[in-house]
């Protein structure tokens, strides 16, 4: 295989290595530590997501949240049917005499697991179909993806017999396994999400490394192009989207184990934005470096919502300006330039020591 | 055997007949020239058979199936290829790349999700030592010169394998020697190919074409050998405007 499937492999690797062992230890195996961590994990799934979508595909899909919100909603529903004693509360406040139709098969935890995946996945391929049997493109995709996330997020607060309303689904309880009650400040706890994301990972490291990657970035390219050599371009596009929303609501059921509770602000505007600022700081060609950018932009969060409260979002918002205008490519882009020209720096220093046939070849190499 | 059958093909653009009642047929493995001046619809009949445009009027057979209404990729599938007039080529991808997406006997979903980047670029071996590519299998396409992209882009429908290659203006800045090369090339293809080339260069015509047609407002002005057409006289009207 190429040589670039290797670095992605070995950053794979390391990348894992280091959530799963380095993390907990530097924060001294301390359980709310893990926790917000968890937090970051959580949400560097969501990044990746987009990475594989906009990176890749070249959809800028500023409605991930939308398909987080579904992930999360379906294990906060299924979280709050195991808290509540028949009707959960908030129903009995809006008059909702009996336990609504839909929320009935959120009793059964595998319908929860598999909702969370595939209706995002489902929500997402359907908006995908009728956007790119249309051939829609470019910033279009943006705009309707947007509008969507809008749509939807009314949607859901209105229902407030549903859904909570703008409370969200809170006073949830711990999710339990067969053998093992999930308790969000556990360390068992944080090694589910760091392994989460890291399948996540090698998802994406293969997929974008699959011919399906490849015709993916032609289509991004020259979509007329790649439809002259016979590809279906709506039918790889709407894959994509259809992955990206279902790793999105993947995210979205492990945000609500962390928070323990779900909130209609998860398919905000703002936080759907924000998904694209981690994203491009980390570098949008790479699942593994737009999950790094959501864990650096939030631990930044962190650490800078508590010293300035309100200053947080210009800060974010000027972090991306400077991104997009010096770094267009991320700290990816960064990092794989300063490779590219030591590996170019190394070839001429090999050429000069070792003989100088291998130099007049290599000098007239360059000329041709 | 006639692999392509155009009957009555008509296309207008806002009030301007580009095609205007065109019928030809081409056989298989045979080398079709288009000639014509500036605007006479060479391009846009080409565009009219790969479906990048869409006909008002007439119809395309390929193999006896009507096509002129099919989606392009769905043409592609049935053995289209097309070279654009200007060099096409993924420049953010490397030259193995370009030729892995190029190489589409598979172009389905699933066998792609199945399969690793580069795996049908083993299918191609050759094709870049044919075109002298073989050295630069990992530069980027946009770092190619333009000589280079254009044998890149032949690369890509040779190794497309289309039985039908339609090719737009495919000699356009190359050198004497590099157009040479292309005629070497496109007459091997024609063991296994039928091509249909737009083009110029009317040393490159008479090098390679097995019958010509010329084209004139959208129409068909003139059809045989090299010898037939440069004896004929409404061409030499047509061309030279009296």
């Given at each position: ?16 290595v ?13 359980g ?5 961590f ?11 997501a ?28 299924h979280?709050?049917?195991?808290a509540?004693?028949?009707l ?5 406040w ?19 697991l ?17 956007m ?14 947007l ?5 939807f ?51 994406g ?20 192009r790649?439809r ?23 995210a ?7 928070l ?12 759907s ?12 060609e ?11 932009v ?12 309100e200053?947080?979002h ?10 997009v ?31 100088p ?11 041709q | ?52 445009t869409?006909p ?14 099919m ?18 080529v993924?420049r ?5 790349e ?13 066998s ?20 002298d ?16 992209t254009?044998w ?16 737009d203006e495919?000699?356009?800045g190359?050198?004497?020697q590099?157009?040479?090369?292309t ?19 009317m ?10 047609i ?12 090299i010898e ?15």
């Open positions: 295989m190429t040589s670039r499937f290797h670095y992605d492999l070995v950053a794979l690797v390391i990348f894992t280091v959530i799963v062992f380095g993390v907990p230890a530097l924060m001294n195996y301390d709310f530590e893990l926790n917000t968890a937090r970051y994990l959580a949400l560097a799934i969501v990044s990746m987009l990475a594989l979508s906009w990176g890749t595909a070249g959809l800028l899909n500023l409605g991930q949240a939308a398909t987080f919100g579904m992930g999360s909603y379906a294990m906060a529903m979280l709050k049917l195991r509540s004693n028949g959960p509360d908030f129903m009995g809006n008059n909702v005499p009996e336990l609504p139709l839909i929320w009935m098969p959120f009793e059964s935890l595998a319908f929860t598999l909702a969370g995946l595939l209706i995002p996945a489902f929500v997402g391929g359907l908006i995908a179909i009728f790119f049997r249309a051939r829609i493109a470019g910033v279009f995709v943006a705009i309707i993806t509008a969507f996330l809008v749509a997020q009314l949607l859901v607060i209105d229902q407030q017999g549903l859904t909570g309303g703008q409370n969200g689904l809170t006073g949830l309880a711990q999710l339990s396994l067969p053998g093992w009650t999930v308790d969000p400040y556990s360390m068992g706890f944080y090694y589910l999400v760091a392994g989460c994301l890291a399948v996540a990972l090698a998802v490291v293969y997929l974008t490394h699959s011919k399906f990657g490849l015709v993916l970035r032609a289509i991004r390219e020259d979509a007329d790649t002259f050599f016979g590809y279906n371009v709506a039918t790889y596009q709407t894959a994509v989207f259809c992955i990206s929303a279902a790793l999105a609501g993947w979205g059921m492990l945000y609500t184990m962390v323990e509770f779900a909130s209609p602000t998860y398919m905000g505007v703002s936080f934005l924000a998904i694209v600022i981690w994203c491009a700081v980390g570098g949008r790479s699942v593994i470096a737009a999950a790094f950018g959501a864990i650096i939030n631990m930044l969060e962190g650490r800078l919502s508590d010293v300035f409260v200053g947080w210009l800060m974010l918002g000027v972090i991306f300006v400077l991104v205008m010096f770094m267009p490519r991320g700290i990816y882009g960064l990092l794989s330039e300063l490779a590219a020209k030591l590996r170019r720096a190394g070839r001429q220093g090999n050429a000069a020591s070792i003989d046939s291998s130099k007049t070849q290599l000098e007239t190499g360059q000329e | 055997m006639q692999q392509l059958q155009v009957t009555d093909l008509h296309v207008e653009f806002g009030g301007l007949r580009a095609v205007d009642g065109l019928s030809f047929a081409v056989e298989e493995g045979e080398i079709l020239c288009l000639l014509g001046p500036n605007g006479a619809g060479k391009s846009t009949t080409l565009d009219l058979i790969c479906g990048k869409q008002t009027g007439g119809s395309i057979r390929l193999n006896g199936t009507e096509i002129s209404q989606l392009e990729f769905r043409r592609a599938r049935l053995g289209i290829g097309r070279k654009f007039q200007v060099p096409s993924y953010d991808l490397t030259v193995a370009n030729l892995s997406v190029a190489r589409s006997r598979r172009p389905g979903l699933w792609a999700l199945t399969r690793f980047s580069l795996s049908d670029v083993r299918e191609t071996e050759g094709i870049l030592e044919r075109v590519l073989s050295s630069k299998r990992e530069e980027l396409a946009g770092n190619l010169s333009h000589g280079e254009q890149l882009e032949i690369a890509m429908l040779i190794a497309q394998d289309s039985r039908l290659i339609l090719m495919p000699t356009a190359m050198t004497i590099e157009t040479e090369k005629a070497e090339i496109f007459r091997s293809l024609s063991d296994s190919h039928t091509l249909i080339v737009v083009e110029h260069d040393s490159f015509v008479r090098t390679v074409a097995d019958r010509i010329v084209m004139n407002r959208g129409a068909m002005l003139a059809e045989g050998s037939e057409i440069e004896t004929n006289e409404d061409v030499k009207t047509a061309y030279l405007g009296h």
